[in-house]
């Protein structure tokens, strides 16, 4: 199971779409901290509506990360050889659901390592 999520990090990580997707939500990092340094909007009812928003970001990604997953598996023909080497989908899915974790991990360590660096 370790060598299946392997390959498909591998196998994602190589695609121009997630480096895209990446530098898109840097800039939108970037454009919402500017926006509230220079609006100065931060009392506590604010910062309750943009933890909301962040949650909701949050699921956002994670559904666009899976659907890029599952999408690529679909155009690169690998989930039916996978299946074809005695797979089962339970598994399958299971494999598909912890990249997608490991993904979306790796978006949010970068995004706050970035937050971080722009608030200092």
């Known amino acids: 199971m370790s060598r299946i999520i392997y390959a498909d990090l591998r196998r994602v990580i190589k695609k121009t779409n997630l480096w895209i997707f990446m530098i898109l939500c840097t800039i939108l990092m970037i454009i919402a901290h500017v926006k509230d340094v220079v609006l100065d909007t931060q009392n506590s009812f604010n910062f309750m509506v943009s933890a909301s928003r962040a949650d909701s970001f949050t699921l956002m990604v ?58 200092l």
Do not use: N, P, Q
Request: aromatic letters at 18%; glycine letters at 8%.
């Open 62 to 119: 994670g559904c666009v990360f899976l659907l890029a997953i599952y999408g690529d598996e679909f155009r690169s023909k690998a989930m039916t050889t996978i299946i074809g080497r005695g797979f089962s989908r339970t598994k399958i899915v299971l494999v598909k659901f912890i990249d997608t974790l490991i993904l979306t991990a790796f978006l949010f360590t970068f995004l706050f390592v970035f937050t971080l660096v722009m608030g």
